[in-house]
């Protein structure tokens, strides 16, 4: 807890994320997937290798735009900075981690700070002047901290997504407490674009945050872009 509440004071962050609890949001994810490592792993190979087989490995000139990049657990950021001269990280936070890395990398990393919940004409045009967009378990957590209603923060996330060219979104679509327990859909039902691949989270093994497992199921899919085509 020491620990956390050092973190909180070091990252530079504006005061609206601390307020809101966006901060110690971020800070909270980072600790439990330290604590969480071996639950996590399958799910965040899984993330990483839907990434790569879909971006494929040829290294080009081209630029990507990651949306909700927070601590980049889910992602291989070696391999993508091989594939992409420049990645734009768009979050409400960066992380102190995330910030030291940018500021080392020679322009090849930006960091954007934006209320996804909420993007603005700015955002909507790095996601359309972006060869690849990426969301990535972000979809689900954009309602926890907004007071719009969960329809319409879904749709104008996805509708976002569809101004890129390409995109990617990966997102948890339920949960379960326990093997045995119903699913719970966490998007209310939200139709969302067939999945080209499916997997299961264990979010929190038995003790995390209660005396019985969370599981999460995850989806990736492509999402087929709006623009017109030439």
Known sequence: MILELLEWIATPCSWSARANGLLAAQIAIRHRASRCRTAWKPHLDSCRKFVAETLGTVPVDENLAILGSGHL?????????RRFQKISLVDAVHPLEIQLRAS????RLRLIT???SNPTAAIEDLVSGASWTISSCLLSQLPLFSSEDSPTLLARHLDLLKKSPRAILITDVAKRHGPDSPWQSLLENHPLPHPAAEWLWLIAPPGESGPESEER????????SDRPKN
């Open 217 to 224: 199921l995850v989806q990736a899919s492509l999402i087929p």
């Open 114 to 116: 934006a209320d996804l």
């Open 104 to 107: 080392f990398s020679r322009g």
């Open 73 to 81: 657990n889910d992602f291989d950021l070696e391999f993508l900075q």
